[in-house]
């Protein structure tokens, strides 16, 4: 059980030693919850932070629940089994994908402020987020973020279930988890404070990243 999202950085991070002052490492966070994670990730690693935008497609009146996720550039993975078993209509799918990338256009617009996305080719990127369930939204980051040619790939989260610890680790270098409980029902059920991070506690984070890396 974590307190909140910093407390899950924090022991995080404590796994994610060897990369420490390595050369070369980018940590980047998956809006909104993986941010204060990755922010305490990036700061023990003495390593830069950025964003990486991902926005899962919920199911219509089941939203907790993703049949997909997409990612900047366009990119869209679909959760075969979720929708081999609901089978949503093409129509409801195609509105929530258009819903999710106006979100994700709008958020890419409030956090860069017109400034660049950290260039992760040639790099060591670790990539985070607040914690797994199915692994849709993390799948749709990898697959986006190989598009850009990162020398490695390193998922890190606080807790994930082992079924979809499997998917990321057939898909990256290396997959670091500090909590990996059966049975799994969600996320916020293995943290005290669960609440939502909002976009002003977003822009705060990355601005006093900035300045921390800044020469």
């Known amino acids: 059980m ?17 990369y420490r002052e390595r050369p ?9 919850g993986g941010v204060p994670v990755a922010s305490e990730v990036a700061d023990a690693l003495n390593a830069p932070l950025d964003v990486f935008l991902v926005r899962k ?4 009146g089941r939203e907790e629940l ?23 209509s093409w129509q409801a799918l195609e ?21 660049e996305s950290l260039d992760p080719r040639g790099k060591v990127v670790v990539l985070v987020d607040d914690g797994v369930a199915t692994g849709s939204s993390m799948l749709v ?39 990996v409980p059966e049975p799994f029902d969600a996320v916020g059920c293995f943290y005290e404070n669960f609440s939502q991070t909002t976009d002003e506690e977003v822009c705060a984070i990355l601005q006093h990243e900035r300045i921390r890396v800044s020469p």
Request: proline share 5%; net charge positive; with cysteine.
């Open 95 to 115: 509105e929530v994908t258009a819903h999710e990338r106006r979100e994700l256009e709008r958020r890419e617009r409030r956090y860069r402020h017109g400034r």
């Open 57 to 60: 497609l919920g199911v219509p």
């Open 141 to 179: 980051a990898i697959e986006a973020l190989r598009k850009l040619e990162p020398s490695r790939i390193v998922v890190a989260v606080p807790v994930a279930p082992a079924s979809a610890l499997r998917k990321l680790e057939a898909r990256v270098d290396e997959v670091v988890c500090v909590l």
């Open 2 to 18: 974590f307190k909140d999202r910093v407390d899950a950085g924090k022991q995080l991070a404590s796994h994610l030693s060897a």
């Open 66 to 88: 993703a049949m997909g996720a997409v990612a900047s550039g366009g990119m869209r993975i679909l959760n075969d089994e979720v929708m081999d078993f609901l089978q949503p």
């Open 24 to 32: 070369g490492v980018l940590v980047l966070a998956l809006p909104r």
